[in-house]
């Protein structure tokens, strides 16, 4: 077992991605900070062919842990020599974490829980806060660790979101089912449908949502979390704006690349009520997302 600290920490919520490539034998691993809680992602354990968290409830891979995750006979997750992107979201909710992960853009995880329930063997000991890498039995090159860190620890900010309604332009409709909006986008408690979303817009030109807050407020901050799964490449062309009586719109920012999750501050507060996220340029496209909690100032 081989086992080194990366020179980063994280309290709340974050993304991390890795980047590797195998050399040798079959198994990678991460220890990644969960709130109180810390943990290992483990890629291709034992024969290659297992990949999770652990320990969760106290429980390894082969104990019966519920993030369990086999290939199929004869295929590994690590193929030697092959370049491999990893993903990792982890969003903390007080004493609650939702943790997913993606490899190459198709995700294998996905866990939620209590923070305190996810520990690590003492064979793996590093401090609380801290990120590490690692394999067993196995040579592997880490190309790069890219950390996100999505901080709504601020007391000056206050989340005002969670009441909130929302309105995508159309609904997602399929085989005379429709994909109905879900509250878990606002509010961030729920589920959200089968395939990542909290809503699922038509096939349209300019997809959109609108989110009404109960009052006007002075927003200072927006998080955006994007849909899980393969499709969350899709979601181009980012914009928000704001509007205190939803009528007449002001552009607040451009995404400039997808990412899993986008953190907008505003260098000064912003006085809205609603907030309308949206795909302008996209032509005969979708809109889909998994969550927004939008903040004002704390008085």
Known sequence: MALATVPITATGSYDVQLALTLKKGYHAAAVLPVGAGQCILAVGSYDGRHAGLSLVAGRDLADGNPTLVKTAERQVFLPVGIRTTVDVSVRIKGENADV?????????????????????????????????????????????????????TDRSLKCVSFDATYKPSSVYSYYGRSAAPRAVFVTGQGTLHRDGYAFHTNRQDSPSVIVMLRKTEMIKRIIIDNRRGRYASANTGLVVATSIYGRKWTTLWRAKAVQQSWLIDCTLPVRARYVRVSRPSAKSSYLSLAGIRIHAAAR
């Open 100 to 152: 997913t992960v993606a490899m190459n853009d198709k995700r294998i995880v996905a866990w939620s829980g209590k923070c305190l329930s996810l520990t690590v063997s003492d064979s793996w000991p590093l401090p609380g806060k801290t990120f590490g890498l690692g394999s067993y039995r196995s040579t592997i090159q880490w190309h790069t660790v890219r950390l996100g860190r999505l901080d709504e």
